[in-house]
Each structure stands twice: as structure tokens, then as C-alpha cells.
């Protein structure tokens, strides 16, 4: 196996992307599991009203989060491209172009949180709102999150499975760790396009 001769600008990237990666993980698994989901009552926008109201501070981080995250895809993506373009320069532009995309979705996530926080808010203009429509309209924004993310995910799987089959044919890893990471990815982007046919699984949200 012939390993490919790799520069200073690499190792600083793959030591960039080995940080970033893994700061991405702790962000969204913090910021979704620890900060958001515990304030979703599902099946009622009036108790998951209530919940935003009494901590609004606590969405509000959980914005930040996803602020944070998606940043931290942009530096990972930038890293992935410093370190695979050697490989393909062109093939490792569109994988990060496809994460660029992921990135860029989750950055709707956080409008549609601030939204959420503004129909729930004490403006003046919302007055013309009853109280149970302005719930309602909160929900939708929040329930659009699930749409962005599985609009955002066949970007995130594709741009794996490109990074995937350059790390192949780089020789920097394992080739048994690439085989799994084409496969793995692949079958991602297949989910990913299954979804939006399960309407059911949309409407649980």
C-alpha cells in the first residue's frame, strides 16, 4: 500500500478537524438532548408554550448552540477540503460543498428558534393574535426543525460518502475504516431520501 506524502497544511488540518469533529458531536448532542427536546411537550403547543416562556433563557443558549454548531462545521469542512484535495481537489470541493449546505440548514434552525421566541413574546403587534393561535404558530416554527434537518441530512451523507471514497483512495487510514465509512454514509443518504415518504414520522413532530 502506497501512502501518500503528506504536508505541514495537512497535519494542522487533520489536528483542525479532529478538534472541530469533535466539538460538533458534543454541541448538537448537548444543545438537543440536554437544552431542546426537554422543553417539547409533543402533540401540545400549549405546554410546549409554557415550557419557552419559563425558560426562554434556556432556548436562547440552545440557539447559541446551534449558532456555534454550525460554525464548527464550516471549520471542519475546511479542514476535510485542506486534507482530501490533494487527493481529488475536485471531488473534495464538492464534499465540502454539500457540508457547506448542512451547515447552512442549521442556521434555519436557529431563525425558526428565535422566530418561535418573538410569536411567544410580549410585542405590542402580537396583541391581535389569540393566545392559542400564537402557540400554535411557535410550534410550526419549531416543528419546522425536524424538516430542515432531514432536508439538511442527504447533504451530510453525501458529503460523508465523498470524503469517504477520497480517504479510499488516499491510503491515510485504514482501508477497512474507508470501505465502512462509503458504505455507512451511503445508506445515510439512502434514509435521507426514504423520509419525506413516511409522512407519519413528520407529523410525530
Known amino acids: 500500500m502506497t501512502v501518500r506524502n503528506i504536508d505541514n497544511s495537512q497535519r494542522t488540518a487533520a489536528k483542525v478537524a479532529g478538534i472541530s469533529g469533535l466539538l460538533t458531536v458534543a454541541i448538537v448532542v448537548f444543545a438537543n438532548y440536554a ?10 403547543a400549549a405546554e410546549t408554550a409554557r415550557n419557552i416562556v419559563a425558560h426562554e ?6 440557539a447559541t448552540c446551534f449558532l456555534t454548531y454550525s460554525a464548527s ?19 473534495a470541493l ?29 410585542a405590542s403587534y402580537l396583541q391581535v393574535f389569540e393566545a392559542d393561535r400564537l402557540q400554535a404558530l411557535a410550534r410550526l416554527h419549531l416543528g419546522a ?8 441530512l442527504p447533504f451530510f451523507g453525501l ?11 488516499s491510503n491515510y487510514i485504514p482501508k477497512g475504516l474507508a470501505v465502512f465509512g462509503v458504505i455507512s454514509s451511503a445508506w445515510c443518504v439512502v434514509c435521507a431520501f426514504v423520509f419525506p415518504h413516511f409522512p407519519s414520522l413528520q407529523q410525530a413532530r
Open 145 to 152: 426543525n425536524f424538516d430542515a434537518y432531514y432536508v439538511g
Open 159 to 169: 458529503a460523508a460518502t465523498v470524503c469517504a471514497y477520497l480517504w479510499l483512495k
Open 57 to 62: 433563557t434556556q432556548l436562547r443558549i440552545t
Open 94 to 122: 464538492v464534499g465540502a460543498l454539500f457540508r457547506l449546505v448542512f451547515a447552512l440548514l442549521w442556521l434555519l434552525t436557529t431563525l425558526n428558534l428565535l422566530s418561535a421566541l418573538r410569536l411567544l413574546g410580549s
Open 73 to 91: 462545521v464550516v471549520v471542519l469542512l475546511t479542514a476535510l477540503y485542506v486534507i482530501l484535495k490533494p487527493v481529488n481537489r475536485s471531488l
Open 35 to 44: 437544552l431542546y427536546n426537554p422543553l417539547i411537550v409533543t402533540g401540545n
